[in-house]
T-cell receptor, first 111, second 114 residues
Framework: DAKTTQPTSMDCAEGRAANLPCNHS???????VYWYRQIHSQGPQYIIH???NNETNEMASLIITEDRKSSTLILPHATLRDTAVYYC????????????FGAGTILRVKS | EPEVTQTPSHQVTQMGQEVILRCVPI?????FYWYRQILGQKVEFLVS????????KSEIFDDQFSVERPDGSNFTLKIRSTKLEDSAMYFC????????????FGEGSRLTVL
């Protein structure tokens, strides 16, 4: 996988936006950026993915820099239930949907 | 909302016993996966399955492991002779398509080998 680098942990106040960064400087032009999260040992949950353009869905927004070497996942109004480990993953195109999970970012949302 | 279901939620077994973990993927999905997570460690890929055959497997997925889609709805992971180090959460996932499709994970089966 294209190597991704994420901060080990972050804190966010409840109701505020959580901005989770990810560096993927070796990403190839046709590789997607995926974000998943895992809440307390539950199964990983898909959040969003993108290739070049910024993406938004009901859960989050994904901002990808123009050079595609980094991205930011934005949870616009974090709640306590958003406390989880967040994974930024860039699977090589030829591996299809084989995801390789790193350590991710532990996001703690605090009241 | 459709979901991936896994059974059992927790299984305790003796070392050397065979274990079968079951998964019901989302009905229109064609690609199936097993992952595992040892307590406190990363989520690890085990195997992917498409069109009734393994499409990729990791070095963890040795001869002790096998997968099967016996009846068109279930997707099973069999561990023939469990070891202590097989104790982990096992997650099943499915996806509608490859390349750009998201994976939907089940809630996991916790396997404890004594």
């Amino acid at each position: 996988d294209a190597k991704t680098t994420q901060p080990t942990s972050m804190d966010c106040a409840e109701g505020r936006a959580a901005n989770l960064p990810c560096n993927h400087s070796t990403i190839s032009g046709n590789e997607y950026v995926y974000w998943y999260r895992q809440i307390h040992s539950q199964g990983p949950q898909y959040i969003i993915h993108g290739l070049k353009n910024n993406e938004t869905n009901e859960m989050a927004s994904l901002i990808i820099t123009e050079d595609r070497k980094s991205s930011t996942l934005i949870l616009p109004h974090a709640t306590l239930r958003d406390t989880a480990v967040y994974y930024c993953i860039v699977p090589p195109r030829e591996y299809g949907n084989k995801l390789v999970f790193g350590a991710g970012t532990i996001l703690r949302v605090k009241s | 909302e459709p979901e991936v279901t896994q059974t059992p939620s927790h299984q305790v077994t003796q070392m050397g016993q065979e274990v079968i973990l079951r998964c019901v993927p989302i009905s229109n999905h064609l690609y199936f996966y097993w992952y595992r997570q040892i307590l406190g460690q990363k989520v690890e890929f085990l195997v992917s399955f498409y069109n009734n055959e393994i499409s990729e497997k990791s070095e963890i997925f040795d001869d002790q492991f096998s997968v099967e889609r016996p009846d068109g709805s279930n997707f099973t992971l069999k561990i023939r002779s469990t070891k202590l180090e097989d104790s982990a959460m096992y997650f099943c996932a499915s996806s509608e398509r490859t390349l750009g499709g998201e994976l939907f994970f089940g809630e996991g089966s916790r396997l404890t080998v004594l």
